[in-house]
């Protein structure tokens, strides 16, 4: 009898409720292939074959072509915190505009931390908006660089394209709220 394929396992481990990265140690620990075992994970979420070589190949070097035994959860781990399991959501319209009010809040900003953006476009890439919503409205523009009033209002407007969703998440409503304080107090 012929045993199930890395991806077979894969896709039984997801049903069970297992995280990309602990498929991914799973398979690593059991293959001793890194990079098929990474590439099987990806192929059991349904990640297109060709957008899956870019993500091994931007990090085959650092984490898989010289993997050591013994590191495949924390090589899991890493995979998972880079994006590289993360399952791409188509956006309509309504979140392609809420996206367009990110952007422009994150370029009235006046600058951002680089691992904040890479938070910011793994949301983008899942479709969790509202994640990326919270994180904006809880940071403020840069003193001296930021343009504080078109970063509120670029924020007030997102919030209220993500509040306007039925049933919109609850946490949208208070964040907006301290949006539009913000909004307020800094007005010239």
């Not at 907006?176 to 010239?188: G, K, M, S, V, Y």
């Amino acid at each position: 009898m012929q045993s199930p394929s890395p991806v077979t396992i894969a896709r039984h481990a997801f049903d069970t409720g297992a995280t990309p990265a602990e498929v991914y140690t799973t398979l690593a620990r059991r293959t001793r292939e890194p990079a098929g075992s990474a590439r099987a994970v990806c192929r059991a979420l349904g990640i297109p074959a060709d957008e899956t070589s870019c993500r091994l190949d931007d990090c085959f070097d650092a984490l898989l072509a010289n993997a050591r035994p013994g590191g495949e959860a924390d090589t899991g781990e890493l995979l998972e915190a880079l994006g590289v399991f993360d399952v791409p959501k188509s956006l309509d319209a309504h979140d392609l505009a809420v996206v367009d009010q990110f952007l422009a809040a994150i370029d009235a900003m006046g600058g951002i931390r680089a691992g904040h953006q890479h938070g910011l476009t793994r949301w983008f890439v899942t479709g969790n908006l509202t994640a990326a919503f919270l994180s904006l409205a809880a940071t403020q523009p840069r003193p001296g660089t930021g343009d504080p009033t078109h970063y509120w209002t670029a924020l007030i407007t997102a919030g209220e394209l993500l509040a306007s969703r039925t049933p919109p998440d609850p946490r949208i409503k208070p964040a907006l709220d301290r949006c539009r304080e913000r909004a307020r107090t800094t007005q010239p």
